[in-house]
């Protein structure tokens, strides 16, 4: 089976590049160079590029996409609009590609922000609203990149499913992210802080998990919405796990967030069944 993967070199991406080049043909699609083989070199952001690359047929036919490339937000861009507006553009762009190169199925890799963060079980039906989360324009990107590939793929025979994924962590993950960040405190003062007394659930997958959930939607066919994750567990029990061996003190402060969002995954579990399967 050929497919096209974009977002092939980020964290998530280049994970799933490695694990479904295994027994299938991937065609790679960047925006900076560097990956260790062939790779097609395209920012879907830019639209001019996207309309030259489907004018002078760039990208060979595939019968599946599974579509990783969005702009993420960082603690310092929050707060930026540019965020909604690019993944829109990048939305826009997957599905006009998807059209021109014939492909049978699209999956795309959504996110559990798009989910208001607030105590609860939320399944697939859940209300939609991230804005009482901080991350509000990226939550709001991922659900109108679903609205808008919807929208664009409406008139075709393309098969759509979306991924609205737990937070990935593993080897590679950006420093950013909560674990990196309490492994250089840990590292460097001998304390994990947890805010909200480490009372808030975090939903979480490991990066390898995660591929093999992607890959078990690229070979078979379920199409709709599934909420995708694995563990769930409080940041007091995170930052445990990361303290191996009590070498350093695990502070907690009472301010902060103790919203018990917990993402229901019995659809998945369901459908797909044993997804870590080697």
């Not at 395209?42 to 002078?56: H, K, N, P, T």
């Not at 006009?96 to 049978?104: E, P």
């Not at 901080?134 to 991922?142: A, V």
């Not at 080897?171 to 250089?184: A, N, Y």
């Amino acid at each position: 089976m050929k497919i096209l993967l974009t977002g092939a070199n980020g964290f998530v991406g280049n994970k799933v590049r490695e694990l479904l080049s295994k027994d299938h043909e991937v065609i790679s699609l960047v925006r900076r160079p560097g990956l260790p083989e062939g790779e097609i070199l395209l920012d879907l952001s830019d639209e001019a590029a996207v309309a030259r690359a489907i004018e002078q047929k760039m990208i060979p036919d595939c019968g599946v996409v599974i579509h990783l490339a969005s702009v993420t937000a960082t603690p310092d861009s929050i707060h930026d609009l540019s965020i909604l507006f690019r993944n829109a553009t990048i939305a826009k762009s997957t599905a006009l590609i998807a059209r021109q190169i014939n492909a049978a199925k699209l999956i795309h890799v959504s996110s559990m922000a798009v989910y208001p963060q607030t105590d609860g079980l939320f399944s697939e039906d859940a209300r939609v609203d991230p804005s009482v989360n901080n991350d509000c324009i990226y939550g709001l990107s991922k659900f109108n990149a679903e609205v808008l590939l919807n929208f664009f793929l409406q008139r075709s025979n393309i098969q759509i499913s979306h991924l609205r994924m737990a937070i990935v962590y593993g080897e590679g993950m950006p420093d950013s992210r909560i674990i990196p960040v309490m492994r250089k405190e840990l590292e460097e003062a001998h304390t994990i802080t947890v805010f909200g007394d480490g009372e808030r659930l975090i939903n979480q997958i490991e990066v390898n998990k995660a591929a093999r959930v992607i890959r078990v939607f690229a070979e078979e066919d379920h199409p709709g919405t599934f909420n995708i994750g694995d563990e769930c567990l409080s940041m007091e029990a995170l930052a445990i796990s990361i303290n191996v061996g009590g070498k350093g003190r695990i502070v907690k402060k009472p301010e902060g967030k103790k919203t018990r969002f917990v993402l229901d995954l019995s659809k998945m579990r369901s459908r797909i069944g044993d997804v870590y399967r080697d």
